[in-house]
């Protein structure tokens, strides 16, 4: 019932259950009208009472029936007034301008076990995509692309562009970097485009799937890093438990081998717990995706919490001026407009 409300009228309400007090409109009618029931109205004026009766009979009866509609809107009002409507504007969202919106780098692990195939097509091109999709749905924020294996580089430094982000991140694929998995320099990496920013809010999303073994910055002091530049850490685990099928070029040409699935989740926990996130992991394509939506809402949240991302309308003071006025009219209607005469 609330949602076809809401798309009925175009509004959202902060508490919609008030509506149930509709139901009692039906009862505040049959009262109205048992009260109205008899009651022989008539103008104020100087005349043989014969003239009233001939003259007012419809009238009064008409302008009577309008007073309890009217009683029936002041009803109406201030129910919809306790239900706190508001409306989104969207399009007089003044992000960058007020500081709205979230500076986001996403630091990409790009070594060879990122092609293992348990994520389909592969790690890689599956964490692609998924940033890809969760890019094209953004408005206002800026984003940034760090990716690493043996060492770490700004594939794209945050911008709102997105069609530019769009367009690096897909060329990415890691063949071109030093072979290892280098946690620690890709997050420092990460931190740095986002030092010294004075956004609100400064977030990255690391995704591994593996330990690190090489680079002069141990994870944990890249999450110090983090620390001091108020920047919160989600890490992603990519890949399943046990075994994944990785390509690998024989003597015999292209086959398949299968690489033991080493993550260290207590590290990239740690890393999170330290920098106020969390820490996920993604089994398969779909809870990959899963997790970046709700990254997403958690710095959403996050975010309203410092200031709306989205301006609001409110009415409810209108509506409760537009009752009281209605009310007035009523009393001054039945006060000065209809007598009971003899």
């Known amino acids: 019932m609330m949602n076809y409300i809401q798309q009925l009228t175009g509004y959202s309400f902060l508490e919609p259950n008030w509506f149930y007090l509709l139901f009692f409109l039906p ?3 049959w ?3 048992r009260i109205n029931k008899g009651k022989v109205f008539g103008f104020k004026y100087t005349n043989t009472n014969s003239n009233q009766q001939q003259l007012f009979s419809f009238v009064a009866w008409f302008f009577s029936g309008l007073i309890s509609i009217a009683k029936a809107v002041v009803f109406l009002l201030l ?3 306790l239900t706190q409507p508001f409306r989104i ?3 007089e969202l003044p992000y960058r301008k007020e500081g709205y919106g979230i500076d986001l780098i996403f630091v990409l692990d790009v070594s060879l076990s990122m092609q293992a195939m348990d994520l389909k097509p592969n790690r890689l091109e599956s964490a692609k995509r998924v940033i890809k999709n969760f890019v094209n749905n953004r408005q206002g924020d800026r984003i940034g692309l760090v990716v690493y294996s043996g060492e770490a580089y700004h594939v794209c430094h945050k911008t709102s562009d997105y069609d530019l982000f769009t367009s690096q991140l897909m060329q990415v694929d890691g063949f071109d970097l030093e072979q290892g998995t280098a946690i620690g320099v890709g997050l420092g990496t990460g931190v740095t485009q986002l030092r010294g920013d004075s956004t609100s809010s400064k ?3 690391l995704l591994t799937d593996g330990q690190n073994n090489v680079g002069e910055i141990a994870p944990l002091e890249a999450a110090e890093l983090a ?8 890490t992603i685990g990519v890949g399943t438990n046990g075994y994944a099928p990785i390509p690998d070029m024989g003597p015999f040409g292209m086959g398949v081998s299968y690489s033991q699935v080493e993550i260290d989740e207590d590290i990239l926990t740690e890393i999170s717990e330290k920098t106020g996130a969390r820490y996920f992991r993604a089994t398969d394509s779909r809870s990959l995706e899963n997790i970046i939506s709700e990254i997403d809402q958690i710095e959403k949240k996050r975010l309203n919490q410092i200031k709306p991302v989205i301006p609001m309308n409110s009415y409810p003071i209108k509506l ?3 009752a009281l006025v209605l009310l007035l009219l009523i009393l001054l209607s039945e006060a000065f407009i209809f007598i009971k005469y003899e």
């Open 31 to 33: 009262f109205l009208y």
């Open 89 to 91: 504007e969207p399009d």
């Open 320 to 322: 409760l001026g537009s």
């Open 79 to 81: 129910v919809i007034s």
């Open 203 to 205: 977030a990255i999303v």
């Open 27 to 29: 009862v505040l009618l």
């Open 227 to 234: 620390v001091q530049e108020g920047v919160r850490v989600y």
